[in-house]
């Protein structure tokens, strides 16, 4: 069973449209972050939320961090090619917010 | 400044030999845990060191096991080797910035293959 799970799996969309990834769990996290990573290589982080609520944006990229600090979404506007890659969400949990339990990630792929 | 670095890159063992995996974390970062990552599974959580202490570890079995430096550089080990530890092995490290919010920054990976 999943801790943190994300959805879509896979999404294969046209340049320029729009996208929303989900990430839902049960149990409530210090801080979820998300990721993308591209093949043969480590992820990267794109961005954390702390707290319930809260919206994050990064040039296209909307991050949200539900009210209860159980799930998450982020929504791209207008995908371009450069964004194909999977997008890990990860939630830290522990007294210091320092044991993270990763989602099975979503893979994009954004075709010209 | 430099980020996490992880060698070798790439790594082709056979079964039943162990294997050795280093990496450097960030310049003053203190933690560093590593996942394996396959097709299957997704990352799961290995084992994470701070200051030389394992703080936390993972659900994988005595064959893994790690160890940190006292300059924050991390080994981890893999004894007897099987066909399904072949896996991308990550890196991470991280630095406290704000109470209880950790953001971890990963190195670019070990693939190791056993065959």
């Known amino acids: 069973t999943q801790l943190l799970e994300q959805s879509p799996q896979f999404l294969s969309i046209q340049e320029g449209e729009n996208l929303t990834v989900y990430c839902n769990s049960s149990?409530?996290?210090?801080?979820l972050q998300w990721y993308r990573q591209e093949p043969g290589e480590g992820p990267v982080l794109l961005v954390t939320?702390?707290?319930?609520?809260e919206v994050k944006k990064l040039k296209r990229l909307t991050f949200q961090f539900g009210d209860a600090r159980k799930d998450s979404s982020l929504h791209i506007t207008a995908a371009q090619p450069g964004d194909t890659g999977l997008y890990l969400c990860?939630?830290?949990?522990?007294?210091?917010?320092?044991?993270?339990?990763f989602g099975p990630g979503t893979r994009l792929s954004v075709l010209p | 400044k430099a980020g996490v670095t992880q060698t070798p890159r790439y790594l082709i063992k056979t079964r039943g030999q162990q294997v050795t995996l280093s990496c450097s974390p960030i310049?003053?970062?203190?933690?560093v845990s590593w996942y394996q990552q396959t097709p299957g599974q997704g990352l799961q959580f290995l084992f994470e060191?701070?200051?030389?202490?394992?703080?936390n570890k993972g659900n994988f079995p005595g064959r893994f096991s790690g160890r940190q430096f006292s300059n924050s550089r991390s080994e981890m080990n893999v004894s007897t080797l099987e066909l399904g530890d072949s896996a991308l092995y990550l890196c991470?490290?991280?630095?406290?910035?704000?109470?209880?919010?950790?953001?971890?920054?990963f190195g670019p990976g070990t693939r190791l293959t056993v065959t």
């Open positions: 991470a490290s991280s630095l406290p910035r704000l109470a209880g919010v950790n953001e971890q920054y």
């Open positions: 149990s409530v996290f210090s801080s």
């Open positions: 939320v702390v707290t319930g609520g």
């Open positions: 990860a939630g830290a949990r522990g007294n210091y917010g320092q044991n993270f339990v």
């Open positions: 310049s003053g970062h203190r933690s």
């Open positions: 060191y701070f200051s030389e202490t394992q703080r």
